[in-house]
């Protein structure tokens, strides 16, 4: 059974930074393809940063030049580095894997909240 499990959340001050972690079990994480979604308040989700499995990064517009997702094969853990987080990033960030044959797969979420 695969299993995403974020960590990193919490409430940080317009200007700040967290690192949110994705820990993956039960997936071949080597061949899975990574991203980090986010759902703002009253709002759908929203793609912000996919890495493929070679490295290949995408961003959505408004993350990029603030965000870095990156991720570490032999820790099967990936990341996101936010910085310069304004309030508008306030939002679940979900954890998705997936691999070329399987199911999408999902987290269950890390808040994260900007105010001051």
């Known amino acids: 059974q695969v299993q995403l499990v974020e960590s990193g959340g919490g409430l940080v001050q317009p200007g700040g930074s967290l690192r949110l972690s994705c820990a993956a079990a039960?997936?071949?994480?080597?061949?899975?393809?990574f991203a980090w979604y986010r759902r703002p308040p009253g709002k759908e989700r929203e793609l912000v940063a996919y890495?493929?499995?070679?490295?290949?990064?995408n961003y959505a517009d408004s993350v990029k030049g603030r965000f870095s997702i990156s991720r570490d094969n032999a820790e099967n853990t990936m990341y996101l580095q936010m910085s310069r987080l304004k309030p508008e990033d306030t939002a679940v960030y979900y954890c998705?894997?997936?691999?070329?044959?399987?199911?999408?797969?999902w987290g269950q979420g890390t808040q994260v909240t900007v105010s001051s």
């Open positions: 890495i493929s499995t070679g490295g290949s990064t």
């Open positions: 998705y894997a997936r691999t070329a044959w399987g199911p999408a797969n």
């Open positions: 039960g997936i071949h994480f080597g061949s899975s393809a």
